[in-house]
Nanobody, 127 residues
Protein backbone atom coordinates (compact mmCIF):
# COMPACT_ATOMS: atom_id res chain seq x y z
CA UNK A 1 0.00 0.00 0.00
CA UNK A 2 1.35 3.42 -0.98
CA UNK A 3 0.20 6.45 1.00
CA UNK A 4 0.58 9.78 -0.79
CA UNK A 5 0.58 13.20 0.89
CA UNK A 6 0.46 16.41 -1.11
CA UNK A 7 1.52 19.83 0.14
CA UNK A 8 2.33 23.27 -1.18
CA UNK A 9 -1.12 24.47 -2.15
CA UNK A 10 -1.83 28.12 -1.41
CA UNK A 11 -3.62 31.25 -2.60
CA UNK A 12 -1.58 33.28 -5.09
CA UNK A 13 -2.18 36.10 -7.50
CA UNK A 14 -2.41 35.53 -11.23
CA UNK A 15 1.05 35.31 -12.77
CA UNK A 16 2.53 33.80 -9.64
CA UNK A 17 4.11 30.41 -9.05
CA UNK A 18 3.69 27.47 -6.72
CA UNK A 19 5.66 24.27 -6.23
CA UNK A 20 3.55 21.34 -5.08
CA UNK A 21 5.11 18.30 -3.40
CA UNK A 22 3.91 14.73 -3.09
CA UNK A 23 5.62 12.38 -0.66
CA UNK A 24 5.04 8.64 -0.71
CA UNK A 25 5.02 7.08 2.73
CA UNK A 26 6.29 3.78 1.48
CA UNK A 27 9.15 3.00 -0.81
CA UNK A 28 8.12 3.59 -4.37
CA UNK A 29 10.03 1.28 -6.63
CA UNK A 30 11.85 2.93 -9.51
CA UNK A 31 9.29 1.17 -11.66
CA UNK A 32 6.54 3.45 -10.33
CA UNK A 33 4.75 6.01 -12.44
CA UNK A 34 3.55 9.17 -10.72
CA UNK A 35 1.04 11.74 -11.87
CA UNK A 36 -0.62 15.03 -11.01
CA UNK A 37 -4.32 15.74 -11.51
CA UNK A 38 -6.63 18.61 -10.63
CA UNK A 39 -10.33 19.01 -10.08
CA UNK A 40 -12.15 22.32 -10.05
CA UNK A 41 -15.51 22.64 -8.25
CA UNK A 42 -18.19 21.04 -10.37
CA UNK A 43 -15.63 19.76 -12.85
CA UNK A 44 -14.08 16.44 -13.76
CA UNK A 45 -10.66 15.35 -12.61
CA UNK A 46 -8.10 16.38 -15.21
CA UNK A 47 -4.75 14.68 -15.77
CA UNK A 48 -1.91 17.21 -15.96
CA UNK A 49 1.44 15.44 -15.99
CA UNK A 50 3.08 12.09 -15.37
CA UNK A 51 6.63 10.95 -14.68
CA UNK A 52 8.46 7.65 -14.41
CA UNK A 53 10.45 7.51 -11.17
CA UNK A 54 13.32 5.63 -12.78
CA UNK A 55 13.77 7.11 -16.22
CA UNK A 56 12.26 10.52 -15.32
CA UNK A 57 10.44 10.44 -18.64
CA UNK A 58 7.58 12.91 -18.54
CA UNK A 59 4.36 13.71 -20.33
CA UNK A 60 2.12 16.79 -20.07
CA UNK A 61 -1.40 17.59 -21.06
CA UNK A 62 -1.77 20.43 -23.55
CA UNK A 63 -3.49 22.59 -20.93
CA UNK A 64 -0.33 22.93 -18.83
CA UNK A 65 2.51 22.19 -21.23
CA UNK A 66 5.11 24.95 -21.05
CA UNK A 67 3.83 26.33 -17.72
CA UNK A 68 3.99 23.33 -15.38
CA UNK A 69 6.98 21.08 -14.76
CA UNK A 70 6.87 17.68 -13.08
CA UNK A 71 10.03 16.35 -11.47
CA UNK A 72 11.04 13.74 -8.95
CA UNK A 73 13.53 13.15 -6.18
CA UNK A 74 13.61 9.38 -6.06
CA UNK A 75 15.77 9.15 -2.94
CA UNK A 76 13.07 11.05 -1.05
CA UNK A 77 10.12 9.27 -2.69
CA UNK A 78 8.94 12.73 -3.70
CA UNK A 79 7.38 14.18 -6.83
CA UNK A 80 7.00 17.89 -7.51
CA UNK A 81 4.80 20.02 -9.71
CA UNK A 82 6.23 23.47 -10.38
CA UNK A 83 3.49 25.73 -11.64
CA UNK A 84 4.39 29.04 -13.29
CA UNK A 85 2.32 31.84 -14.82
CA UNK A 86 -0.70 30.76 -12.84
CA UNK A 87 -4.14 31.79 -14.04
CA UNK A 88 -7.47 32.01 -12.21
CA UNK A 89 -8.63 28.97 -14.21
CA UNK A 90 -5.87 26.95 -12.55
CA UNK A 91 -7.85 27.17 -9.31
CA UNK A 92 -8.60 23.60 -8.23
CA UNK A 93 -7.79 20.81 -5.82
CA UNK A 94 -4.56 19.19 -6.98
CA UNK A 95 -4.01 15.47 -6.48
CA UNK A 96 -0.98 13.22 -6.68
CA UNK A 97 -1.32 9.66 -7.94
CA UNK A 98 0.89 6.61 -8.30
CA UNK A 99 0.95 3.18 -9.89
CA UNK A 100 3.54 0.53 -10.50
CA UNK A 101 2.34 -0.39 -13.96
CA UNK A 102 2.99 1.58 -17.12
CA UNK A 103 -0.20 2.50 -18.95
CA UNK A 104 -0.80 1.28 -22.46
CA UNK A 105 -0.54 4.86 -23.64
CA UNK A 106 0.91 7.93 -21.97
CA UNK A 107 -1.66 10.08 -23.76
CA UNK A 108 -4.08 10.97 -22.32
CA UNK A 109 -3.40 10.88 -18.58
CA UNK A 110 -6.30 8.83 -17.24
CA UNK A 111 -7.48 8.41 -13.67
CA UNK A 112 -7.70 4.68 -14.34
CA UNK A 113 -3.93 4.60 -14.95
CA UNK A 114 -3.33 5.09 -11.22
CA UNK A 115 -4.27 2.97 -8.25
CA UNK A 116 -3.02 5.15 -5.40
CA UNK A 117 -4.18 8.69 -4.65
CA UNK A 118 -3.46 11.46 -2.18
CA UNK A 119 -6.05 13.62 -0.42
CA UNK A 120 -5.24 16.73 -2.43
CA UNK A 121 -3.94 20.23 -1.84
CA UNK A 122 -5.92 23.37 -2.70
CA UNK A 123 -4.59 25.92 -5.16
CA UNK A 124 -6.44 29.21 -5.53
CA UNK A 125 -5.38 31.83 -8.05
CA UNK A 126 -6.86 35.29 -7.66
CA UNK A 127 -7.26 37.69 -10.56
Amino acid sequence: QVHLVESGGDTVQAGGSLNLSCVASEYTSPRYFMGWFRQAPGGEREGLARIHMDSSNTYYSDSVKGRFTISREAAKNTVYLLMNSLKPEDTAMYYCAADEFEPGSWDPIRESDFGYWGQGTQVTVSA
